[in-house]
């Protein structure tokens, strides 16, 4: 099974909106609503920060948001924060009975 | 307040069986309906999922790695452990346990620390 499609990195400015895409097939992306996102800063185990393509964990800011369409899935940043610079990784279940990562994202705030 | 702990050796030989264990405590690890998985990561790279076991113990293992991982449970130490056979170079990286359950069986809410294991001679 091949690592999900994301964007090797993003940017944007503070107060920006940016947006995170992550293709896979219909054995995973396509076929499933089971699309988590996670955020993971340097040294750091990953947070989770969106589930089943849209919600959001308690604690979760709002600005945070997922969707998807046919084989993609999308994060949605909004109001970009300094803080918010971390590499982002999108995750799926597959027809394997599986979980695939994507190859993560690298989220630079200018 | 659940925590997860990786423990086990930073080098292994290759070809050798590289062992850890992930102890749970603040929670039964064999009460709810929680997955125990393995994650790995090598340096600079990208997220890998190895396998998890469910409470009831049944398991799912990554396809790719299938024929070298196992993963088990002991209810009464309150800990699960991968065993990954025959090791090479690419097994280098830092291994994570993760529960998931919370929010769903997908989706993993908490996390070990991470433990970095090289394979090496």
């Known amino acids: 099974q091949s690592a999900l499609t994301q964007p090797a990195s993003v940017s944007g400015s503070p107060g920006q909106s940016i947006t995170i895409s992550c293709t896979g097939t219909?054995?995973?992306?396509?076929?499933?609503?089971?699309v988590s996102w996670y955020q993971q800063h340097p040294g750091k185990a990953p947070k989770l920060m969106i589930y089943?393509?849209?919600n959001r964990p308690s604690g979760v800011s709002n600005r945070f948001s997922g969707s998807k369409s046919g084989n993609t899935a999308s994060l949605t940043i909004s109001g970009l924060q300094a803080e918010d610079e971390a590499d982002y990784y999108c995750s799926s279940y597959t027809s394997s009975s599986s979980i695939q990562f994507g190859g993560g994202t690298k989220l630079t705030v200018l | 307040q659940v925590q997860l702990q990786e423990s086990g050796p930073g080098l292994v030989k290759p070809s050798q069986t590289l062992s850890l264990t992930c102890t749970v405590s603040?929670?039964?690890?064999?009460?709810?309906?929680?997955?125990w998985s393995w994650i790995r990561q090598p340096a600079g790279k990208g997220l890998e999922w190895i396998g998890r076991i469910y409470t009831s113990g049944s398991t799912n293992y990554n396809p790719s790695l299938k024929s070298r991982v196992t993963i088990s449970v002991d209810t009464s130490k309150n800990q699960f452990s991968l065993k990954l056979s025959s090791v090479t170079a690419a097994d280098t990286a830092v291994y994570y346990c993760?529960?998931?359950?919370?929010?769903?069986?997908?989706?993993?809410?908490?996390w070990g620390q991470g433990t970095l294991v090289t394979v090496s001679s």
């Open positions: 603040g929670g039964s690890i064999s009460s709810g309906s929680y997955y």
């Open positions: 089943e393509v849209s």
């Open positions: 993760a529960r998931a359950g919370t929010w769903g069986l997908y989706y993993f809410d908490y």
């Open positions: 219909s054995s995973d992306v396509g076929g499933y609503n089971y």
